[in-house]
């Protein structure tokens, strides 16, 4: 029979995995961190060398002032909201996103689709929750496609706000960070008949270019295009949604919307499908799709 159940393993929630950390992430600044400070040990450096508070400061609140005056505040607040998806991943599936729904698919096709009626509510997705709501009301597929892409597409632009926000943030951070080290070489042009004092001041002014370069290119030109990747996982886990939905809608065979959803799924397009060895063993298959 075409249609296996997957309600076997249990009433799916539509919303696939939980939080965990981004170990990419984490192991990306730590690694980053050692290089740079492990260089600067080699070369006889210290670690105190380059632990300017001042600098900091300065280098940390020029470029946020300036991202405050070209970003709107609610739109600078999420951002600052988002940077916790840089550290934690939601351990999402597009594997089981595909068993959601393929066993929403087999369910319609069995008592119709009205009796997802109930269970729509309870899915802890909005996007599905939405999109399913729509086909179970009777919205013609068209419609329910459009609202759908809607959807995607807002979405898609609020997260594409937030990354610029730390996209903008590491364009100013340099500049920033050679602000503060004229600002030190002013001060250290005040002492000019301590040669001591002035070599030791001038140390101390690059390091504020130093925290400008280096939070930009370790910290906040990464965080842009981590929240870009992840905004790009998302619009293709809500596009295979649609599709998936659009399937269920028009009553097609589960075993065709499976064979749909697979290529948005990269780790079983990249692995031969065993099942299309040729033989008896392909037969069984094609007999069911035809059902």
Not at 42 to 66: C, H, M, R, W, Y
Not at 81 to 90: D, G, T, Y
Not at 235 to 243: D, F, G
Request: net charge neutral; hydrophobic share 45%; proline share 4%.
């Amino acid at each position: 029979m075409a249609e296996t159940a997957p309600a076997k393993k249990g009433k799916p929630s539509g919303k696939a995995g939980g939080i965990k950390p981004d170990l990419a992430t984490l192991g990306g600044i730590a690694l980053a961190l050692a290089g740079i400070l492990g260089g600067l040990i080699l070369e006889k450096g210290s670690i105190l060398d380059v632990a300017q508070t001042t600098a900091a400061l300065i280098v940390l609140g020029g470029t946020f002032g300036a991202v405050l005056i070209t970003t709107p505040l609610p739109v600078f607040l999420e951002a600052m909201k988002a940077m916790r998806a840089v550290f934690l991943e939601q351990a999402s599936s597009v594997g089981e996103t595909i068993e959601t729904l393929i066993h929403f698919a087999s369910q319609a096709r069995r008592n119709g689709i009205v009796s997802l009626e109930n269970e729509s509510r309870d899915i802890a997705d909005p996007f599905l929750r939405k999109a399913l709501s729509l086909a179970v009301d009777g919205t013609d597929l068209n419609e329910i496609r459009k609202m759908m892409e809607i959807d995607i597409d807002l979405e898609e632009q609020t997260e594409e706000q937030k990354a610029k926000v730390w996209e903008a943030a590491g364009g100013y951070s340099p500049t920033i960070g050679i602000i503060g080290a004229v600002m030190g070489l002013i001060q250290v042009m005040k002492h000019l008949d301590d040669i001591a004092e002035v070599g030791h001041g001038i140390a101390v002014a690059f390091v504020a270019t130093v925290y400008g370069v280096a939070v930009a290119n370790i910290l906040f030109l990464p965080f842009a295009q981590k929240m870009r990747a992840r905004n790009q996982k998302a619009r293709l886990l809500k596009e295979l949604t649609v599709e998936g939905v659009i399937g269920i809608v028009e009553g097609l065979n589960p075993t065709l919307i499976r064979l749909k959803l697979s290529a948005f799924n990269r780790e079983t397009a990249a692995s031969p499908k065993k099942e299309k060895v040729s033989g008896k063993a392909g037969a069984p298959q094609a007999a069911a799709i035809r059902n």
